[in-house]
Every structure is written in C-alpha cells, then in structure tokens.
C-alpha cells in the first residue's frame, strides 16, 4: 500500500514538472513571436546605428546649401536683422526673376554649358585613348612618358596659366569660348585614374576579342569601356564640378559677357557698385549650385561603385 501511494505522489510530481516545463516553454514561444517593444525598438536600433551616426554628418554638410537657400528667399532687411532668426518670414521668390534681371545670367548658363560639355567630352575621348596606350601597348619611352603625366598632377594649375595664357594671345584665341577649353582637353589624373582600372581588366578578355579579329579600336569599344563605366561616370563628374564652378582661368581669359561663364556673373553680381546685394547673390548661388546637385543624385551609385569596385565583377 505504501509503494502505491509514493508510486502515484511520484507520478504526480513528474506531471506537475512536465506541465511547468510545457508552459514555460509555450512562454518562451510566445515572447519570441511577439517581442516586447524595448526589444523590438533596440533591434531596430541595432541594425541602424550607422544612421545615427551619419545623420549628424549629412546635417552638417548640408549646412550651408540650407542656409544659402533660406537667405535666398529673405529680404534685404531680414538678412541684417538680428532678431530674424533662420527661416524666412515670408518666402520671398522675387529675389531669383530680379537676380536673373541684374546680369545676362542666361548667356552665363549657355557659355558654362558648352565650356563644361566640350571640355568634359574632350577629356574622355584623350584620357581614354592614352589609357589603353599605358595600360595595354608596349612602345618606346612609354615608363618616361607616363611619369609626364603624372608631374602634371603633381603641379599646381595656377603654375602654368601665364605660358597658358601667352600661347592663347599667340593664337589669338583671348576673349573666345576656346580658350577656356583648350588647356584642359587632356587631364593627367583622369589618364591614371582610367589606366588603373585598364590593368584590372583580364588580358584573357582582350587576346579572345583579338583572336575574333578585332582591332585595338574596337577591342576598347567592345570590352574594356563597358568595364570601367562606373570609373569614367566618376571622372566625369569630378571634372563638371571642377570646370563648371571654375573662376580664375575664365576671368583672365575673358572681358566680355558675350563669353563669361556663371561664376565670373557671380563674382561681378558680389562686386557690384552699390555693395552686394546678399539676397540676390544666394539666389544666384543657388542656380549656379543647383545642376551639379542635380547631376550627382543622377549618377551617385556610380560615382559611389567607382570606389567600392575596384575589380572586374
């Protein structure tokens, strides 16, 4: 009777157990399913901590394209008061049509349109051809020859405006849309950014295209410039930005606003007689600033895949 009594006490105790396993178990489940809110918004903020980090950053570069836009939009006496604070009391649009009436600013546009475009595709078909040159083709003094280029990296551009400018006046090529273009048709680092990426290409894709019967020509239409489109779209816009906000070598070039670009309008617009007119010089700002902008949120990923890619996919 007594081993029938501890037996059923025994088993009595083993179920109870069995049941507090199963509970705590389906507890477990359920608070796996549906996490609590602390655990769901700390894994949220365990996957996203670079935003928070960057977040900062992005606000500080923007800084002051934000305030340039802002003081646009201001008046004249807003822009000095003190008490005004940051943001506009009233948006006022006015100051771009007047800013656009100060100075012949669509003929500034026009002029930086076609000092930018031509420069920038004179400088792919140049750095292109001398890149395959360096990268794939054996010919005499070619080691000599490419340390040529890279000393013009290595010297300054304001070094070589007076023989610049001296060569132009013996061409008679002062106050012309071409001398702006002309000392810039080749560029030393877009020839060795673009040779890198040649000499990454396999030279087993070349020699088949050759076997096929292609030229060199062809060889770099058909394979190696398909390769590198994420190189060339960074070149490219390094060199809008850099000859679209360029200042000093179209002001020395230029006396006349048949040939100005929009940088000398923004320079003339801050030197004007009666002081700058500080609403009007951030519009104009803007609209100068604008299309680079603009060309960057276009082709981003690929300047952004030009650094992060270094290697044939």
């Not at 396999?202 to 050759?210: F, I, K, V």
């Not at 230029?254 to 003339?268: A, C, E, F, H, K």
Request: glycine share 4%.
């Amino acid at each position: 009777m007594t081993d029938i009594v501890r037996n059923t006490l025994a088993a009595s105790t083993a179920t109870a157990a069995s049941t507090a396993t199963t509970a705590t178990t389906a507890a477990n489940t359920v608070a796996a399913i549906v996490p609590s809110p602390f655990s769901v918004v700390l894994r949220w903020m365990s996957r996203r901590w670079q935003h928070f980090i960057l977040a900062p950053l992005v606000l500080l570069w923007l800084s002051p394209m934000i305030w340039i836009v802002l003081t646009s939009l201001k008046t004249k006496v807003e822009v000095f008061d003190p008490d005004a604070g940051i943001l506009p009391a009233v948006l006022n649009f006015a100051n771009y049509p007047a800013t656009l009436a100060v100075a012949p600013f669509g003929m500034y546009l026009v002029n930086s349109i076609l000092v930018t475009g031509s420069i920038l595709i004179a400088q792919l078909v140049t750095i292109t051809l001398a890149a395959y040159a360096f990268a794939r083709l054996e010919f005499p003094l070619k080691r000599f020859l490419f340390t040529l280029f890279l000393l013009q990296v290595m010297f300054p551009i304001y070094a070589i405006f007076l023989t610049n400018f001296v060569t132009l006046r013996e061409l008679g090529l002062i106050n012309t849309l071409p001398a702006m273009i002309v000392p810039f048709v080749a560029s030393g680092y877009g020839t060795f950014m673009l040779r890198q990426a040649f000499r990454q290409v396999p030279s087993e894709l070349s020699d088949a295209a050759r076997l096929d019967g292609c030229g060199h020509l062809a060889i770099l239409w058909h394979v190696y410039l398909p390769l590198v489109q994420p190189t060339l779209v960074a070149f490219g816009i390094i060199s809008v930005v850099t000859h679209w906000n360029d200042y000093m070598w179209p002001l020395l070039v230029t006396n006349s606003d048949s040939v100005r670009t929009l940088p000398i309008g923004l320079g003339l617009l801050a030197k004007s007689d009666s002081g700058a007119d500080w609403t009007r010089l951030m519009a104009g700002t803007t609209l100068v600033v604008s299309p680079l902008l603009l060309v960057f949120v276009i082709f981003q990923r690929r300047f952004i895949d030009s650094f992060m890619h270094t290697g044939v996919k």
